[in-house]
């Protein structure tokens, strides 16, 4: 029985031929009830939605949900029966040619191979025992064998091949050294259609890069081949299904159906979706299924008739109900609070502190629904920042107390849709961090305002720019690449709104990092990187090159911090007239007397003007170094790859002792506090505190990492 909304009972009026007639107000109720049960009944009629990767026999259909394989009767689609019920991830079904099978691909041996199972149900037989990855792609005509993609007997790098075996087991058959990830054979096996290429982000909408390579015909009998007509655009998934070959192309912008004839070379477009692309497409003979937005379609590639087909999964998932899990070994942005007291971590999405020495982890963000990313600690230490998708708009910036007992006040980051590497400002103003399209933003933290102050010169850039306040917060540091691929160091001047180049354009420089004594500026920098500068230049196999560690002397008068010493007898006092005594204590007290600058709150001074005649090299040989940190005072933290393990050998190099000696090895993620004394290391699966005024690391104290 279906109830209409209450409504006041319809007026009848006479006319002045004796027709009745419905009021104007029932005629809206009862359209509006119509349209209510409508919506209703379209919404229950979707079923369960993000199911995947159909395949379709002539009487069943088949696909991936949850991690497990299910199959429906297409005459009964609400009788969904899993197939397989294991933690691990099966995917990728196929059906024999005679429906009775389905292969699929599962790692639930510990490495990815090959399995068939009866339509019917069943035990799974492990087909494939290689150690590298094999992927179900389909059948033989005959039914009697498994295609399938792998890695295997490839180099240097893997690339996959398609490979065959037996439905009853045993050895493996290459089926053709060309590369291929996907492929489908001809009614006659004569040829088969290949997709070459496998792609590492099956999710880049419009991609049109190196990965986009034409679908190949390739006859089997004396491989030459035919590709079908692309312009650089993505086609996947190709079906040889009678006398045409379906697969996905996005050449309209968005990926739909087409078909491909051989014989005359025609390109139909089949579906003309706009919006979500078409994910999955497989057929039968007659009928072809496939996947977009979620639900699971079938289409009649003669008449164009389109089915959403209404399939409800119902299923127990142990493995995925709610418990205690160490997540440890998932930690990332990590950071010290400004005196090292507590550490702040992010772990499969919540945000966590944990203290050093007394107390316990505590999860700030609690919330599994949203991805919590890249917190920092505010400078006084009371608040914590981060950026979440908890709104379901796309991320924001959240603060909040740092004891998690606060609601976190939202702030929008306006057109950004992600955020890498924030930096608060020693005086708690603002936040700077780099965006999806790699443009630098400043966020107010008291008015919410942004702004934009550069971009970044490559993609690649994001989160690796190397943001870094002074200790007076008037200027921002970074690194951004030039037209040459090199990397420059800029300045921006939050007085001015202004960026400035400090560093050469013909070496690559980064990772820049202020002296807490407000006037010294470390970064590393290489004059041999030359080919190495294109990530893509495969003629950069043999480049290494080596960085060294440099000074910038921000003040135009202050002298090098490496002017020649010499060791001088001393002079006896009574052999010094009395005058010149009284003179020389009375220059020694003026040096000694803190200047205006350093006894209000290090004010950094830039004298922009022949900076790079400022730039001196720093007592270390070239090697492979990664990062720099400033320590305390006149001291600064350089990472060198270890040249003879793991990590990084952390060394500490001071302005005073002119040398740097190794501090501690082995570090493959690296915080310093904000007052410089405290740097937390990540040792082997170990978080060490370490004192930053001492010579070696080995006085440090484990942290207590156990978050849940």
Known sequence: MIHQPTYKKPRLIKSNNNSIHLSRQFIKVLLAGLFLFVFIISAISQGTGLLRQPTISSTHIAFAYGGDVWVSELNNQKAAVRLTSTPAVESDPHFSPDGKWLAFSSNRSGNTAVYVVSVHGGDATRLTWHPSPSIAR??????????????????????????????????????????????????????????????????WRAYRGGQNTPLILLNLNDLTEKLIPSESTTDIQPLWMGEL???????????????????????????????????????????????????????????????????????DFPWAETRWEDVSKNVRSVSLSPTGKRAIMESRGEIFTIP?????????????????????????????????????KGYALMIASQDGLSKPRSISIGESKMAWKPAWSPDGKYIVFTDDDVRIRVVEIESGDIRTID????????????????????????????????????????????????????????????DLDGRHLYFLASTNLALGSGWANTSAITSDPVYGVYIINLRKDDPSPFVPRSDEEPIEKDTIPEEEIKKTSKKKSEKDSPSPDTTKAKLVRIDFNGIERRTIPIPMPKRNYRLILNGPEGSVFIG??????????????????????????GVSQVSISADGKKILGKIGDNWKVMTASKPKGDDGKSLKTMVR
């Open 138 to 203: 389909g059948w033989t005509n005959d039914g009697k064998r498994v295609l399938y993609a792998s890695t295997r007997e490839t180099a240097p790098s893997g690339f996959n091949r398609l490979w065959t075996v037996s439905i009853e087991g045993g050895p493996s058959s290459l089926l053709t050294s060309q590369w291929a990830t996907d492929g489908s054979f001809s009614s006659e096996s004569e040829q088969i259609v290949i997709d070459r290429v496998r792609r590492w982000d099956v999710e």
């Open 245 to 315: 070959i379906y697969f996905l192309s996005d050449r309209d912008w968005t990926s739909n159906i087409w078909s491909f004839s051989p014989e005359t070379g025609n390109l139909k477009q089949i579906t003309k979706y706009s919006g979500p692309d078409v994910k999955w497409l497989s057929g039968n003979g007659d009928k072809l299924a496939f996947e977009r937005n979620g639900y699971l379609h079938t289409l009649d590639p003669l008449t164009g008739a389109k089915e959403q087909l209404n399939i409800t999964v119902k299923g």
């Open 356 to 392: 050093v020495e007394h107390g316990d982890a505590r999860n700030i963000t609690q919330n599994s629904g949203a991805a919590e990313r890249a917190p920092v600690w505010s400078p006084e230490g009371n608040q914590i920042a981060w950026f979440s998708d908890i709104d379901g």
């Open 455 to 514: 971009i970044g010169g490559t993609n690649l850039e994001r989160g690796s720019l190397g943001l870094t306040w002074s200790p007076d917060s008037k200027w921002l540091a970074y690194s951004k690449s030039g037209s040459n691929n090199f990397k420059r160091i800029v300045i921006w001047s939050e007085e001015e709104n202004k960026i400035r180049e400090i560093t050469n354009a013909f070496a690559d420089s980064f990772y820049p990092s202020w």
């Open 640 to 665: 060198e790859k270890n040249p003879n393990g793991k990590g990084l050998v952390l060394q500490k190099f001071t302005l005073k002792e002119r040398e740097a000696k190794e501090y501690v090895s």
